[in-house]
């Protein structure tokens, strides 16, 4: 269960980014905006095409003593950055690719969708469905 | 009655009421029908109403001429503003807005007030509207306000068509504003978006005939206007303008056409279209929008790309996010482009958000598609579908069939395809239709699932793996011991076929240790253990683990062997003896002639308790050539069983001794086996008769052990020789017994008993190596303890 999940842009602008509403979530938005740069350091260092599913997952981008970081990012350039509480220690790695995944399952919907306009905030409800899903569920 | 000034639109509005009541074209109308149901739609109380009518001199003439008829109008708007009926207010009030009728017919009228009055009038009063048969009255009105005489005349012919529409909900509201819509094309009526259906429909009967020409001219605006008339685009001045550029863009004709398709699409939607489900698509509807993708994608089975959708839709003037959300619900199989089907749920989507409905989170089912095979997507249905519709099409649930008969119309061309997904229930799993339509069929057979342990006989015995083989085949069940030890419950549950049970206890018999072993080591598959077991232990019946006696060494003592040791095989003897005992009684004739070796074997082991046994167990051996074991083992678990279940009796009897052996929780699996088995048959030989299950009689002492075994489920230990003994005789018994019976029903049947019984024998076994299991933690616990007590010192 994720506390934040953020999908991001080429450019490194956020399309979407929701927290988890207890926190405070500026604190969540700037994790996400510093992990940036560990995104990008992976695959620059990764010099063939990330046509590999594995390339994308990225792993655990940052951890600190109360929340992790994972990275993926697609071949478009799109990054899914996701928090997740450090102390929820069931959560393995699978399962985080396995988030990962229907994130990226649920962005490709949202693409298909001829009235998103690439590079606009993502509105979709179902797209929405999905990460709330996938928060935590804060009571 | 003094003279009636009207405006413009109120004298626009009253000839069309005029002209709507007025059916007979006399100029005059009676006081009844269509008047008085305008009069009753206008909600005034009936004195007003009869106020009104004395006032405008109805009562006088006994008939609504025209004057009248306008005076009453005019009246029932001062009263629905809230002003005093007064003759004069006829012409005092200058700012009357327009009667409102509310009926269904008065809908009409009402909308066209609104369109006459204000807008905004409208746009209230129809939109919580039915959509009654509007559009006949309407049609009228329409075709009077409008300058095409082609609404007018269309609008005779529709308004025999309205009527049926009154009934029709569908999107309540829709109706009218696509009539309205149409009307305003039609008519030209800028200001007026909501005109009515009744032009719409009367241009569309007229234009029926243009149609085709109008498709032509339609296809390139079509979309537009038929949206913008279906949906309220009245609501808004712009729309209104919007259609009237379009109108304007057209031919009047052409618009009047494109109307007229629209109206009558709407008309046909609106008829078709069940009170109940307002998201069902009427015939018409769905005709209409069939004619829509064509004019973007000839082909009916191909698609529409997204691109082309998109432009299409956005001609409906609804935000983009809505269109957006439109588009999540409608595409089905996320596949960036419109079927059919799609293209209809997202149309009508469309139509009713115009309408004003709230779109919905997720599909309704009528509006699923039913198609399922998509050729061309190849993908379909493989994406997941987020809300509950996922695109996989193998989910598709029937229920879409019948909520879209007129998709089914039209269907066949696209339902090429030989599957038939059938619409998703609104389930909402989405990647997940596939998984769900799997879970649709039926799990996997319980029955399957409960493999009844393969009664192993650990004891290598030739009797026992005949019998284990037999068993084995036969049935899943492995506890050659097990089914002695395993509780009956467990056992008989599982033991699809007695004969495992029986081959179990007759296992056990046979090997005492062998299938104690089995039992023991793997108390939990019975089947498994049993085999395993079989393999290694030959103390099978140890399961209970009865703190056996010396410890049995040689697990893989064969039944025969075992038979031969019947002293080591005392204990199971006993058992199987036990078993035996109880296996008569309680088994059915044992099947397998093979197995009556076994039984036979065992019987005269243990001539004396046996005998009875066999006696008993005579029947239940012929069937079962491993009787002898099992007879044990059917004592057992018979014993066992039966406080479980009687069915198991007679494995019971087998399976009590195994239980019995199994119970105490020895570590000597063999010769708590053995002891057990001893113990179990003679426990079980006892619960038997305590169930009365057991006929067979071991040696009162195998029975009373059975009887403890059974009531406890976990037989001493002290039973356990016992039961070894029981085992013995059960052994020796058993052999003789398959013997006289070699006929292959019955030999199934005895398989059967055999397998139940070993089943049974092993779920004794299971129970009684939990029971030495939990024994022995607790030793180690109690070391434990001793050890930390010793600890402290040490660090002296």
Same mark, same amino acid.
């Given at each position: ?36 740069? @560990? /995104? =990008?350091?992976?695959?620059? %260092? $990764? ?10 997952? #990225? ?23 996701? @928090? /997740? =509480?450090?102390?929820?220690? %069931? $959560? ?10 229907? #994130? ?36 | ?796």
């Amino acid at each position: 269960m994720a506390v934040c999940i953020a999908v991001i842009a080429k450019e490194n602008y956020p399309l979407y980014i929701r927290s988890v509403p207890t926190e405070n979530e500026l604190k969540f938005h700037y994790m996400v905006h510093t992990s940036l740069d @560990v /995104v =990008d350091e992976k695959i620059s %260092a $990764l010099g063939k095409a990330l046509v590999d599913q594995r390339e994308l997952y #990225l792993g655990l981008l940052y951890p600190t003593e109360d929340h992790k970081v994972y990275g993926y990012v697609t071949n478009s350039k799109v990054k899914f950055v996701m @928090v /997740v =509480d450090a102390s929820n220690t %069931a $959560l393995r790695d699978n399962e985080i690719r396995s988030m990962f995944r229907k #994130l990226h399952n649920s962005y490709t919907d949202v693409m298909c969708n001829p009235f998103y306009n690439p590079g606009d905030r993502i509105h979709s409800r179902a797209f929405d469905n999905m990460v709330t899903s996938m928060m935590i569920q804060v009571c | 009655m003094e003279g009636l000034t009207l405006s413009d639109a109120e004298q626009k509005y009253y000839s069309d009421l005029f002209s709507y009541c007025d059916i007979e074209s006399t100029k005059k109308v009676a006081a009844n029908g269509r008047v008085l149901e305008l009069f009753r739609a206008a909600q005034l109380p009936n004195e007003v109403v009869l106020q009104i009518k004395e006032l405008c001199g109805a009562k006088r003439l006994g008939y609504f001429g025209r004057s009248q008829f306008y005076i009453a109008l005019k009246l029932v708007a001062v009263a629905q503003s809230g002003l005093p009926l007064r003759v004069e207010s006829i012409n005092t009030v200058k700012e009357l807005p327009l009667p409102r009728f509310v009926a269904s017919k008065n809908e009409q009228e009402s909308r066209h007030a609104a369109p006459y009055s204000s807008d905004s009038e409208n746009q209230g009063s129809y939109s919580g509207v039915i959509p009654p048969p509007p559009g006949r009255g309407q049609v009228k009105k329409g075709s009077i306000s409008h300058d095409a005489v082609q609404p007018r005349t269309s609008t005779d012919q529709q308004e025999p068509a309205s009527p049926v529409v009154s009934p029709q909900q569908s999107p309540p509201a829709s109706p009218h504003p696509w009539r309205k819509h149409n009307r305003h094309p039609s008519g030209g009526n800028s200001e007026r978006p909501l005109t009515g259906p009744g032009p719409f429909w009367s241009p569309f009967g007229e234009a029926q005939s243009g149609s085709s020409a109008a498709d032509t001219v339609w296809s390139g605006h079509s979309p537009p206007p038929p949206q913008e008339n279906w949906v309220s685009f009245a609501d808004t001045p712009p729309t209104s303008t919007l259609l009237a550029m379009h109108p304007a863009s057209v031919q009047d004709q052409t618009t009047v056409r494109t109307v007229a398709s629209a109206t009558t699409a709407n008309e046909i939607r609106r008829q078709s279209s069940s009170y109940d489900d307002p998201w069902k698509i009427t015939d018409e509807q769905r005709q209409y929008y069939v004619n829509q993708f064509k004019t973007i994608q000839p082909d009916l089975n191909g698609f529409i790309p997204g691109s082309a959708a998109k432009e299409f839709f956005t001609k409906s003037k609804l935000p983009i996010l809505e269109l957006s959300h439109i588009w999540e619900l409608s595409d089905f199989d996320k596949d960036g482009a419109l079927t059919l089907d799609e293209f209809c749920a997202a149309f009508h989507l469309v139509v009713a958000r115009k309408n004003g409905y709230d779109l919905p989170e997720k599909l309704p089912e009528s509006l699923m598609p039913k198609l399922i095979d998509l050729e061309d997507s190849a993908d379909v249905g493989d994406q997941p579908g987020e809300v509950g519709y996922s695109g996989s099409p193998a989910e598709a649930p029937p229920s879409k069939s019948p909520s879209m008969p007129s998709l089914n119309q039209t269907w066949p061309e696209l339902n090429q395809s030989s599957e038939q997904w059938e619409t998703f229930s609104e389930r909402s799993s989405s990647s997940q239709t596939l998984t769900q339509f799997d879970s649709n069929i039926a799990p996997a057979d319980p029955d399957t699932a409960i493999v009844y342990p393969v009664p192993i006989r650990m004891t290598p015995s030739k009797i026992h793996m005949q019998e284990m083989e037999l068993k084995r085949t036969g049935s899943d069940h492995n506890n050659p011991t097990s089914p002695l030890l395993v509780k009956p419950p467990d056992l008989s549950e599982e033991n699809k076929l007695n004969s495992s049970v029986k081959f179990a206890s007759g296992n056990t018999v046979a090997d005492g240790y062998s299938s104690s072993d089995s039992f023991t080591s793997d108390p939990e598959q019975i089947g498994n253990n049993v085999n395993r077991q079989r393999s290694h232990s030959g103390t099978s019946p140890d399961n209970t683990a009865p703190p056996p006696p010396p410890p049995r060494p040689q697990p893989s003592h064969s039944r025969s062997s075992s038979l031969d040791m019947n002293r080591t095989f005392t204990v199971t003897t006993g058992q199987q003896q036990a078993g035996v005992v109880a296996h008569p009684p309680a088994v059915p004739p044992r099947p397998q002639p093979s197995q009556a070796p076994g039984p036979i074997v065992h019987r005269p082991v243990d001539a004396d308790g046996l005998i009875t046994h066999t006696s008993t167990s005579p029947q239940q051996i012929p069937e079962q050539p491993n009787f002898a074991d099992f007879s044990q083992f059917e004592v057992f678990t018979a014993s066992s069983v039966n406080e479980e279940q009687d069915d198991e009796a007679e494995k019971h009897p087998e399976a009590l001794p195994v239980e019995k052996s199994s119970d105490p929780a020895s570590s000597l699996r063999g010769a708590k086996t053995e002891s057990k088995i001893e113990e179990k048959t003679a426990a079980s030989a006892p619960a038997n008769v305590s169930k009365g299950t057991t006929p067979l009689a071991p040696p009162p002492k195998p029975v009373r052990r059975r009887l403890k075994s059974e009531d406890e489920l976990r037989p001493e230990v002290d039973e356990h020789t016992q039961k070894t003994g029981v085992l013995a005789a059960v052994l020796a018994s058993q052999p003789s017994i398959p013997r006289s019976v070699g006929k292959d029903k019955k030999a199934i049947q005895a398989s059967i008993r055999r397998n139940k019984e070993t089943n049974t024998v092993l779920a004794r076994l299971n129970s009684e190596l939990q029971q030495q299991l939990k024994d022995v933690l607790e030793e180690r616990i109690s070391l434990e303890v001793q050890l930390e007590q010793l600890r402290p010192f040490s660090h002296l």
